[in-house]
Structure formats: C-alpha cells, structure tokens
C-alpha cells in the first residue's frame, strides 16, 4: 500500500467543551494521616496480650483499610468549559450563577449557621476555604453548592472564564 505525502490536517486549537480548566483532589492533610495510624495501632493495645506479632498485624490491617477509605472518598473538584463536577455531582456550567470564596471565619459560619438546608456539600474539615456557587436552575430545588478547596483564587478564576 503506497504511503501518502499529504499533510495531515492540523488539530483544531479552539479549546473544547471538555478542556480541563481546572482540576483538584480534596487529599487528607498530614495530620489526618497521623491520626489514622494512631488509631490503627489500638490493633497493637488489644491484641498484645495475645501475640505481639498478632498485634502488630492488626495494626497493619487497620492502617490499610482506613487508608483505601480515605483514598477512595477523596473527592474531586473538575471545571471544563461546559461543565463542573464537585465529588459525584456534575452540573452544566449554564446553570451556575455567583460564586464566592470564603476563609476562616466566614468559611466556618457558611459550613454552619449560614447553610441553607438544601444546599449541596461537598466539604472536608480539613480544608478550610470553602466556596459557593448559586445554582440558577429554575427546575432545581438546589439554591447552592457549598464545596471545600484548597485554593479558591484559581476556582473561581476557573468558573468566571
């Protein structure tokens, strides 16, 4: 079969509707590592009497489990220029209206006595900022999603593009 010389057509540069804007997994902190292998070695305290050895496998096993779970509820926060996705949730980005950081304080009392019964939650204690994004779907009950990030500059530089 005789190989062709013609050029092949360049890749369109226009970005598309699934072009990553911005991407982030809400990963346990440090600490809460520590506190899972502190946990974890309770398997050592109450299987001791018994064997050390028993003990120390128990603590193991312990450490494993607790980290899958912890690695697999690990959400993540996926913008593209047609949607965004927060852990399970995906909505099209027509249908999100202001979004709003909040730190400290502010991110303590809209996780608290500012939240609004219906809103969606996708929150980590943590990770401290928080924003909010008003849904302005007439057809959802939904007023707004409430997500955990680590850097809420660059979501909403994300969102607002």
Known sequence: MPESSAAAPAPNSAPSDSTVLYAEKLWPNFWIWLVSALLSSAGILML?????????????????????????????????????????????????GKATAYRGKDATAERGPRLNGLAFLCIRGWVDPVVRIEIEDPSDRTPYWLTSTRHPDRLLAALSS
């Open 48 to 96: 001791a009497p018994i064997s050390i050895w028993v003990g120390i496998t128990a603590a193991i096993v312990l450490f494993v489990i607790i980290a899958v779970l912890l690695l697999l509820s690990t959400p993540s926060i996926i913008v593209t220029k047609a949607t965004l996705k927060v852990g399970r949730a995906t909505i099209e980005r027509g249908f999100l």
